[in-house]
Antibody, heavy 117, light 111 residues
Framework: QVQLKESGPGLVQPSQTLSLTCTVS????????VHWVRQPPGKGLEWMGRMRYNGDTSYNSALKSRLSISRDTSKNQVFLKMNSLQTDDTGTYYCTRDRYYGGYDYWGQGVMVTVSS | DIVMTQAPLSVSVTPGESASISCRSS???????????VYWYLQKPGKSPQLLIYRMSNLASGVPDRFSGSGSETDFTLKISRVEAEDVGIYYCGQLLENPTFGAGTKLELK
């Protein structure tokens, strides 16, 4: 069945780089777009960026200078790297998928990231 | 970026009654292909969001038909008929016409 699972460090120091992995199963990365969405504690959803099925990427303009998304189709993984982390980057980070503008029909369980020294 | 504005921020509903949540976009979400790229999600407490409605009025797989979506180019409504305890959570509208954005969310509670 379709699954997405985020993994990465739970704690990152300020000014350091966050590296997260989204491992998918039950579908192909060459058929679906994979997005990263984050949620600060007690707040709403913020779209961060996406890896399109064809390998193209696009980013939230507010994060673009710090953010990079890549993938390894052989491992069914999509990667997020964001540098210069600050305390307001604390939150839960989700990966999710869509195709043909059908909406985000499956989500990972999310990974909580705390930025603190 | 397209701004999505939801109202109200919270709503309290008696089980069995209906509820409506509004969402307004800062730009028309109606594409020239006739599709309106607005979506509705529910985030239950402690869970990941789940898709309820896609492309304004299409019910996502497995979603009860008590949920329905409607609207125009910039004004959208999610209606929940016969609210049940399992409907409690935060409802978000979102758009995919341009770089995705979400509304701030509407918290639904039971009276």
């Amino acid at each position: 069945q379709v699954q997405l699972k985020e993994s990465g460090p739970g704690l990152v120091q300020p000014s350091q780089t966050l590296s997260l992995t989204c491992t998918v199963s039950g579908f192909s990365l060459t058929s679906y777009n994979v997005h990263w969405v984050r949620q600060p504690p007690g707040k709403g959803l913020e779209w961060m960026g996406r890896m399109r099925y064809n390998g193209d990427t696009s980013y939230n303009s507010a994060l673009k200078s710090r953010l990079s998304i890549s993938r390894d189709t052989s491992k069914n993984q999509v990667f997020l790297k964001m540098n210069s982390l600050q305390t307001d980057d604390t939150g839960t980070y989700y990966c999710t998928r869509d195709r043909y503008y059908g909406g985000y029909d499956y989500w990972g369980q999310g990974v909580m990231v705390t930025v603190s020294s | 970026d397209i701004v999505m504005t939801q109202a109200p921020l919270s709503v309290s509903v008696t089980p069995g009654e209906s509820a409506s949540i509004s969402c307004r976009s800062s730009k028309s979400l109606l594409h020239s292909n006739g599709i309106t790229y607005v979506y509705w999600y529910l985030q239950k407490p402690g869970k990941s969001p789940q898709l309820l409605i896609y492309r304004m009025s299409n019910l996502a797989s497995g979603v009860p038909d008590r949920f329905s979506g409607s609207g125009s180019e910039t004004d959208f409504t999610l209606k929940i008929s016969r609210v049940e305890a399992e409907d409690v959570g935060i409802y978000y509208c979102g758009q995919l016409l341009e770089n995705p954005t979400f509304g701030a969310g509407t918290k639904l509670e039971l009276k």
